[in-house]
């Protein structure tokens, strides 16, 4: 008999059992989209309806998505919708690039992000991170949500520019703070694919921000291939100096370089740090998956000095961050349409219709997990992970547009946890009482407010 305690169900809305009114649902969709959803979006292999937008389609099943993503991936765009919400900040870069750009900017950054290069980054993700810790009290409350931004901002920071920014200290945090409250936001009327002239309320204070945040990043740029004129040998070797060695007739244009610069910033730490935040509040909910962990950490850390061994020394460490990104996937909803009309066996998908391959409700299909809210780690245990068909678990997404920094992500991840879980102890407090809500990302509102203590 298994005797371990029943697992954490964390906090998530229930399914609808009948669809919202007109009204509510823009409500919903501007409020939190992860909302939306009924009992047919966790139970069906696909949902096809014709929805206010036009028709759209939820894929759910592996083959389905696996067909959408891989097998006819040639026949898919980007969404519509997505576009029109990413594009203006992040231009030609690879989220929001595509077709020949996007085909030409993903050769030429895929040297960026072998694994030597992020091998090389471990060194400076574990001094961020030692040097964040250094900065908790033990018996503080902290807000874990905001913090681990804080840290994913730092360790992304040091990464791209190795601190050697054009702009005084603190500004660049804020403005991104800023652009990405006010420009990245679903709009109602993009959603009802509203014209492009009428004015989007959630985005006109955006552009004096944005421009102003563009203006750093060029003069950045122009201050490092200053340095790599003056002395190649001294320039780190950071992700602005590997973009600027992409620059070329082949690769990428001194724009595209400033627009992925934006790119890394907007998709690549504010995920992670969504996933790092409820990890600790999910492990804090199950001590008995802590003790685990915090055992593996406290061995490897005692005889592994070197951080880049630690992603495959740690299984259950990168299980249980595994287990929070399958609850709350960072990005949770993958958009594409048909760019012809397409069938997948008695589904027809319409050209033009929006198709959401949507991890949250994948990762939580009343079909295809077993106790599919609650929190199992060891679902990602070695021996049981081969388990999980590569189309049920998409926190990364899947296909040539698969994310491009996993593997960034999930060494940070699990340095991240070594550091922080083997030297405190992370509790919730009455007030930890966070509720997804989709805005880019899968955030906790309400914080994650926790109680750290130096572990003894
Ligand atoms: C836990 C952390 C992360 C998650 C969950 C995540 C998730 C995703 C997903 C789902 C996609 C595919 C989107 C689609 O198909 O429409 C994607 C693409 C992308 N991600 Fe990530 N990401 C993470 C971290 C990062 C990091 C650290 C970086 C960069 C340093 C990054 C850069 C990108 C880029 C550039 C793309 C576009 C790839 C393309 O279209 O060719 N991401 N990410």
Known sequence: MDASPAPFVPPAPKPRTAPPSFLEMIRIVYRNPLELWGEPSYNEPWISVGGVGGPLVVANDPGLIRHILVDNVRNYKMSVVRQKILRPIL??????????????????????????????????????????????????????????????????????????????????????????????????????????WLPRITRIRGRKTMAYFRGIVADTIAMREERLKRDPDSAPQDFLTLLLKAEGPDGLTRGEIEDNIITFIGAGHETTARALGWTVYCLAQSPWERDKIEAEIDEVLAREPDPVKWLDAMPFTRAAFEEAMRLYPPAP??????????????????????????????????????????????????????????FQYLPFGAGPRICIGATFA?????????????????????????????????QPEGGLPMRVNARA
């Not at 980054?121 to 913090?147: E, H, I, K, N, W």
């Not at 991840?413 to 880019?440: G, H, M, Y």
């Open 91 to 196: 231009r030609d870069g690879l989220l929001t690039a595509e077709g020949e750009v996007w085909k030409r900017s993903r050769k030429a950054m895929a040297p960026v992000f072998t694994p030597r290069h992020i091998f090389g980054f471990a060194q400076p993700m574990l001094a961020r991170t030692q040097a964040f810790a250094d900065r908790y009290v033990s018996g503080s409350t902290v807000d874990v949500a905001r913090d681990m931004t804080t840290l994913t901002y730092d360790i992304l920071a040091e990464t791209l520019f190795s601190g050697e920014i054009a702009a005084p200290p603190g500004t660049f945090e804020r403005q991104i703070d800023r652009l990405f409250e006010t420009m990245g936001r679903v709009d109602p009327l993009d959603l009802l694919r509203a014209p492009d």
């Open 410 to 442: 999930m060494q940070e991840a699990v340095i991240a946890l070594a550091v922080l879980l083997s030297r405190f102890r992370f509790d919730t407090v009455a007030e930890t009482n966070p509720w997804p809500v989709q805005k880019l990302t899968t």
């Open 333 to 390: 909803s993958i958009n594409r349409q048909p760019i012809e009309e397409d069938r997948y066996g008695d589904l027809v998908l319409r050209e033009g219709a929006t198709v959401l391959v949507m991890p949250w409700t994948v990762h939580r299909h009343r079909r295809l997990w077993d106790r599919p809210d609650a929190f199992m780690p060891s679902r990602f245990h070695p021996g049981n992970r081969d388990r999980i068909d590569r």
